[in-house]
C-alpha cells in the first residue's frame, strides 16, 4: 500500500483528501503544517507527498526545499495551492515539485495526478 503524507493546514480540505485516498486505498498521514510535515519526514518513507504552500511555521516552499537538499528525498511531490501565479509556480517545480494543483480543484483531477506520481 503507497503512504502519502498530506500536509494542509485547512482541515476541512485535508479531511476531503484524506477521504478520498483512503477510498482510493492508500494510506494517508495528515499533518496541519509544514513543521509537522518535516518531522515526520525526517523520521519515515513516503511515497508522495501533497503540501500546501501558505502554512504554518514552515511554508511549502521551504519544506519542498527542505525536502529535496537537506534531507535529499526523492520522493513525487505534488503541490496544492490557491496561489497560481506564474512566479510562485514556477519557485515551486525549480525547488523541486513534480506537479502543481491550484484550489479549488477536482477530486478526480487529483487522482489522475496522484496516480500518474505514483507509477
Do not use: Q
Amino acid at each position: 500500500m503507497k503512504k502519502i503524507l498530506v500536509a494542509e493546514d485547512n482541515k476541512l480540505i485535508l479531511e476531503t483528501i484524506n477521504h478520498k485516498l483512503i477510498r482510493d486505498g492508500y494510506d494517508v498521514v495528515k499533518v496541519l503544517d509544514g513543521k509537522e510535515c518535516l518531522s515526520y519526514l525526517k523520521e519515515n518513507p513516503v511515497d508522495l507527498l501533497i503540501t500546501d504552500l501558505y502554512m504554518p511555521y514552515v511554508n511549502g516552499h521551504e519544506v519542498i526545499n527542505i525536502a529535496r537538499n537537506e534531507l535529499n528525498l526523492t520522493m513525487p511531490i505534488l503541490v496544492l495551492s490557491a496561489d497560481g501565479a506564474e512566479d510562485t509556480v514556477l519557485k515551486a517545480f525549480e525547488l523541486g515539485a513534480d506537479d502543481y494543483v491550484i484550489k479549488p480543484f477536482s477530486l478526480s483531477e487529483l487522482t489522475i495526478r496522484i496516480r500518474k506520481l505514483l507509477r
